[in-house]
């Protein structure tokens, strides 16, 4: 069962259209660089706008320890994406202040090398990218071998979401860009997505029904 993220809200509006559309995650992105970057305080501000059903995803890039177990302390966020370089040492000392709080880490694939590495993860998960907000997938036959749960990132569509599940069954799509129209939010997108993965999730639960003993 193919679960959905989307990921950089960082108006009120799309806390809303996040509601109406019920994915499994939302995502706040923390980095400044990103023209989604939300601070601490918009982020609170969000999690109490956003259905309390719906875990909140923290991303960040080399960020101060400090930051993230301040927002997971607080309740803004329930799951830790990174996107730097951060080491297993620095993913340890994470799992060890903030216990039971998911950590996911992403890779950029260029080469099966990337995926050796990522299958190497201390994290609890991974997750596959092309380069971390460019909006365009990487290429998929990479990720055949994969023999970890992993959520897959990069250029993800309502229109090519379907193929992506089945294709390679990921933990979870993780969209961000796709889901937005000149770098805002898109209500009609995001409520595309989701139907999208729902209606891929029916296709495969009716096949497995259907598939002999």
Known sequence: MTKIKICGLFRLCDAE????????????????????NVTMQQAAQLRKSIHPSIPAVGVFV??????????CREGVIQI?????GESAKYIGRLKALIPGVPIWQAFRVRTPEDLTVAQQSTADLILLDNGYGTGET?????????TRPFVLAGGLTPQNIPQAIACFAPYA????SGVET???KDRDKILAA?????????????QSENRPE
């Open 194 to 206: 989701v139907a999208a993965v729902r209606e891929a999730e029916k296709i495969d639960i009716e």
């Open 62 to 71: 080399n960020a101060p320890q400090e930051q993230i177990i301040s927002l």
């Open 182 to 184: 000149e770098k805002q």
């Open 80 to 84: 830790v994406q990174l996107h730097g």
């Open 17 to 36: 259209y996040v509601n109406e559309a019920m994915p499994d995650y939302a995502g706040f992105v923390f980095f400044e660089k990103s023209h989604r």
């Open 173 to 176: 799509v993780d969209i961000s």
């Open 138 to 146: 990487f290429d998929w036959s990479l990720i055949s071998g994969m």
